[in-house]
């Protein structure tokens, strides 16, 4: 279930559909820049589910004739001070820079104190997991803007019942995927349900 097994023989694997969440997050900023954008990936090409996170959101920009990747330096285990490091070499190569896609939330995070910092305000970050930390940056409007969002509930169901299914003779797919949704700030002001009425005393 969700990460992938090295070795053994491989029943099922049942994970998010991380192609899918890329292309998600590449639509959202492709639609939010018009088409017309300068576009930095912070990647993690070792990583087998960002390998395919990457992969679908190249796919999403590739629709789009005026969405260029300038960049797409590779993040050391996805880590944010290294991801803030990487962002502060892309501003300085980069002036043009629209755009960065945070191939996790550590990175989009990263990201995102490094623009602060140099005040690039008008760059566009879309992260991918939906941490909390990451969902309130969302919320209180900063530049990080969208997060792919997985479902763990449903993978630890589908996992389960892909057990229960093969122990009862049932021939499995060899990869079932789980679908990826998208949340930004109008979503997730909706998920939190209207404010609550001050009490009068």
Do not use: W
């Amino acid at each position: 279930a969700d990460i992938a097994a090295s070795g053994g023989t491989i029943v099922s694997h049942i994970a998010s559909d991380n192609a899918q969440g890329g292309r998600l997050v590449g639509e959202y900023l492709a639609r939010r820049l018009h088409g017309i954008g300068k576009v930095a990936i912070l990647d993690q090409p070792t990583v087998s589910s960002v390998i395919d996170r990457v992969r679908g959101f190249r796919e999403a920009l590739a629709q789009y004739p005026g969405m260029e990747v300038v960049a797409a330096p590779a993040v050391e285990r996805g880590l944010r001070e290294v991801a803030k490091q990487k962002t502060d070499n892309l501003l300085q190569a980069h002036r043009d820079l629209t755009a960065i896609f945070g191939s996790n939330d550590d990175c989009a995070l990263g990201a995102l104190a490094s623009v602060r910092a140099a005040g690039r305000n008008s760059i566009l970050i879309v992260g991918f997991d939906a941490t909390p930390e990451a969902r309130t940056a969302i919320l209180e409007d900063t530049q990080l803007k969208a997060d792919a969002i997985q479902h763990p509930v449903l993978i630890g169901r589908r996992t389960i019942e892909a057990v229960a299914a093969r122990l009862h003779g049932v021939s499995l797919p060899r990869v079932i995927p789980i679908s990826v949704g998208i949340v930004d700030r109008d979503s997730l002001r909706l998920q939190a349900g209207p404010p609550v009425p001050a009490r009068t005393p």
